[in-house]
């Protein structure tokens, strides 16, 4: 287990860098994230949370970011197959394609990967807009995650749009097991979910959840905003152990395994 803190400053990275102004390198944070080896699926989530336990401001994660707490997110997703997320954070952050990046080209490509990790939505309801580009123009093709109960002339505009909707479950609902079995068995084994709390919360609770990276910032908001998690509570509370811990400009990176 790698442990980086207590730390003050990016030299907790590499001690021969005495400049602690300069920003952290794509690479030194793409190895200090890079995903367990071997070939197991392993879900991590990345979220944001103000001091006072907001995941959002204003129903979005942005004004509770950072630079440097987007280059990890860039980095996260420089990592992953898939990036599994929630319809109703589609909606309201916007979601696009995920894009690729020349800095992770060479390391996606030592590892099997594609260009850039795909896009899985996550829906009971399949209320989308079809003609965002996240489903006209991906450079991976979308890919739409509901349950067999879900409307079928919602399915199947879905497919007749060109685009791949996989079943995982019984009902409307997801079962998030299932979820993320079908993508592990289509290769997507290194899996990433961006929220929102709805959809961790029911990964939480199907206890599928193998890592949380969890960004605080020294914010504040008051507020009723939900937590990063949202949901029914767990019968036993699921223990998580510190990975790693970052730190820049009053911003903690931290990383919990579970164990």
Known sequence: MRRLFPVTDMTALNPQVSDADRDWSLDELADAYAYPEGGE????ANMVSSLDGAGQHEGRSQPLSSDTDMRIFGTLRGLADVVVVGAETVRL????PARA????AARRAA??????PAIAVVTASLDLDLAL???????????????????????????????????????????PARAVALLAERGLRRQ???????LLGQFAAAGVLDELCLTVSPT???GDAQRIAHGPSLVHPTRFGLASLLEQDGFLFSRYRRI
């Open 192 to 198: 990433l979910t961006e929220g929102g709390p709805r």
């Open 101 to 104: 990046r020349e800095v992770f």
């Open 220 to 222: 504040m908001t008051a």
């Open 111 to 116: 590892a099997g990967q594609g260009p850039a």
């Open 41 to 44: 699926r392993w879900l991590r």
């Open 133 to 175: 580009p996240l489903f006209t123009s991906p450079l991976v093709p979308t890919l739409i995650v509901t349950g067999a109960g879900a409307p079928a002339d919602r399915i199947a505009a879905a497919r007749d749009a060109g685009v791949e909707v996989l079943l995982a479950g019984d009902g409307a609902a997801v079962d």
């Open 93 to 96: 952050e916007g979601y696009r």
